[in-house]
């Protein structure tokens, strides 16, 4: 029995013979993949708004870890090299 299984877009093929599976296992991974696809087609508005905004307070986690991380680098090299890199380079008179 063959399987298809889509990674990052490629297809690939899972055989019970090549990955020494047996076929309930390969039938039960298939019905898994089913229920998810099913449950994304499911969505309603409501439940796509929150998965939206479920994305962007992750993204916005991100950034603010980011943000700190390049803070953090910016006044380690302040201090390395002694020089405020946070400055605008015209404002020297």
């Known amino acids: 029995m063959v399987v298809p299984v889509f ?3 490629k297809k690939y093929d899972l055989e019970e013979k090549k ?3 047996s076929s309930d296992i390969i039938n039960k991974v298939k019905v898994m ?3 998810k ?3 994304k087609v499911a969505l309603t508005r409501e439940e796509e708004l929150e ?5 962007l307070k992750k993204a916005l986690e991100y950034s603010e870890l980011r943000n700190q991380g ?4 910016i006044e380690i ?5 002694g020089e405020d890199l946070l400055k605008k380079a015209g404002s020297k008179q």
């Open 37 to 39: 696809e099913m449950e």
């Open 19 to 21: 990955l020494s599976l």
């Open 70 to 73: 390049l803070m953090k680098v």
């Open 7 to 9: 990674i990052t877009g």
């Open 51 to 55: 998965a939206q905004v479920s994305k």
């Open 77 to 81: 090299c302040s201090k390395e090299y």
């Open 33 to 35: 993949r089913s229920k």
